[in-house]
């Protein structure tokens, strides 16, 4: 098993910049694909970005293309996701979650961390 927290979150004005934080710990960070997924109150969680095992690939939503940059340090066990030009339709609770395959799909994700609020004020 591998437990995740998320930080990193907060209240910011629009077009300001915010970088998450998703720590590991347990079984070997390496061997999962990770993800980046949100939920605003009232709706579905969203993908958000997901990067393989190794970092080489990295997959973004339409919505953050361009404005967000997903990232991990094997290393440190940690993934990032880097916010940029945020918008106030970026409020949501973020979530990083681990799985077996790199994936948009919530479902085929094993693992979820408690999750970390992002308010973006216009």
């Known amino acids: 098993q591998v437990q995740l927290v998320e930080s990193g979150g907060g209240l910011v004005q629009a077009g300001a910049s915010l970088r998450l934080s998703c720590a590991a710990s347990?079984?070997?960070?390496?061997?999962?694909?990770m993800g980046w997924f949100r939920q605003a109150p009232g709706k579905e969680r969203e993908f958000v970005a997901a990067i393989s095992r190794n970092g080489g690939s990295s997959y973004y939503a339409e919505s953050a293309k361009g404005r967000f940059t997903i990232s991990r340090d094997n290393a440190k066990s940690t993934m990032y996701l880097q916010m940029n030009s945020l918008k106030p339709e970026d409020t949501a609770a973020y979530y990083c979650a681990a799985g077996m395959v790199t994936s948009s799909v919530p479902r085929r994700y094993d693992y979820w961390g408690q999750g970390t609020q992002v308010t973006v004020s216009s």
């Open positions: 347990g079984r070997t960070f390496n061997s999962y694909a």
